[in-house]
C-alpha cells in the first residue's frame, strides 16, 4: 500500500495527558497537511508542510498543539494536556508540488477520544 | 476562498447515474474545483478536479458551467459503494493557498 498512512487509528486518553501522532505520506510528496475534524463536520485545515518547512498553521492550532516534519518525511501531531474538546480524527493528507496542482491524498486518520 | 454550496442530502437509486450539484458563485479565474467524498471511518477520497473544462475519470465527471458559477460531479453507474458524503472544494492554484475549506458537503445515499 503507498498510500498515507496513520498511526494510531485509534487513541483513547485522559484527560490532561499528551498524545502524539504519527503521519507517513506517500513516499515522493513535499507537501504534507493536517486536519482535525469533529463528528458531522467537514474537515478543518491545521498546519502544513513543505519538506521540514512548517508554511502555514492555523489559529484552531493552539500552543498545546506542535507538529513537526524533522527530515522532510513523516511527521507527528503532539498535543499536551489534552481536553475534552480535543476528541476528534485527526487527518493527515499529501501531496506533490504545487504547481504541478497534484491533488491532497488522505489517510484514513486518527480517531482521539478524551475521557 | 471561495465558499461553496451544496445540497445537504440526495439519494440516487443503484445502476442509476447520480448527479451532485456545487454553487460556487464567488469563484475566481485562478480558482479549480475539486470534489472528494469521505465513507464512514475513513479519510477523504480525491476524486477529481478541474479549471474551467469538464473533466472525466475513472470515477466521475466533473462538468462546470461556462461561466464557472456552478458545476455537477456526476458518478454514472452508482453503486452501494458510492454511498458518502461528497464534498465540491474550491481552491486557489498559487503557492501559499494550498489548505482545503471543506463544507459539511452532500450526503448521499445508493438504495437498492
Known amino acids: 500500500d503507498t498510500g498515507v498512512s496513520q498511526d494510531p487509528r485509534h487513541k483513547i486518553t485522559k484527560r490532561g495527558q499528551n498524545v502524539t501522532f504519527r503521519c507517513d505520506p506517500i513516499?515522493?510528496?513535499?507537501?504534507l497537511y493536517w486536519y482535525r475534524q469533529t463528528l458531522g463536520q467537514g474537515p478543518e485545515f491545521l498546519t502544513y508542510?513543505?519538506?521540514?518547512?512548517?508554511?502555514?498553521k492555523s489559529r484552531l492550532l493552539s500552543d498545546r498543539f506542535s507538529a513537526e516534519r524533522p527530515k522532510g518525511s513523516f511527521s507527528t501531531l503532539e498535543i499536551q494536556r489534552t481536553e475534552q474538546g480535543d476528541s476528534a480524527m485527526y487527518l493527515c493528507?499529501?501531496?506533490?508540488?504545487?504547481?504541478?496542482?497534484?491533488?491532497?491524498?488522505f489517510g484514513d486518520g486518527t480517531r482521539l477520544s478524551i475521557l | 476562498d471561495a465558499k461553496t454550496t451544496q445540497p445537504t442530502s440526495m439519494d440516487c437509486a443503484e445502476g442509476r447515474a447520480a448527479n451532485l450539484p456545487c454553487n460556487h458563485s464567488?469563484?475566481?479565474?485562478?480558482?479549480?474545483v475539486y470534489w472528494y467524498r469521505q465513507i464512514h471511518s475513513q479519510g477523504p477520497q480525491y476524486i477529481i478536479h478541474?479549471?474551467?473544462n469538464n473533466e472525466t475519470n475513472e470515477m466521475a465527471s466533473l462538468i462546470i458551467t461556462e461561466d464557472r458559477k456552478s458545476s455537477t460531479l456526476i458518478l454514472p453507474h452508482a453503486t452501494l459503494r458510492d454511498t458518502a458524503v461528497y464534498y465540491c472544494?474550491?481552491?486557489?492554484?498559487?503557492?501559499?493557498?494550498?489548505?482545503?475549506?471543506f463544507g459539511t458537503g452532500t450526503r448521499l445515499t445508493i438504495i437498492p
Open positions: 472544494i474550491v481552491r486557489p492554484y498559487n503557492f501559499g493557498n494550498e489548505k482545503l475549506t
Open positions: 478541474g479549471l474551467k
Open positions: 508542510f513543505q519538506n521540514e518547512a512548517q508554511l502555514e
Open positions: 464567488t469563484i475566481s479565474g485562478n480558482e479549480y
Open positions: 513516499s515522493e510528496h513535499n507537501r
Open positions: 493528507a499529501s501531496s506533490g508540488d504545487v504547481y504541478s496542482n497534484q491533488p491532497q491524498h
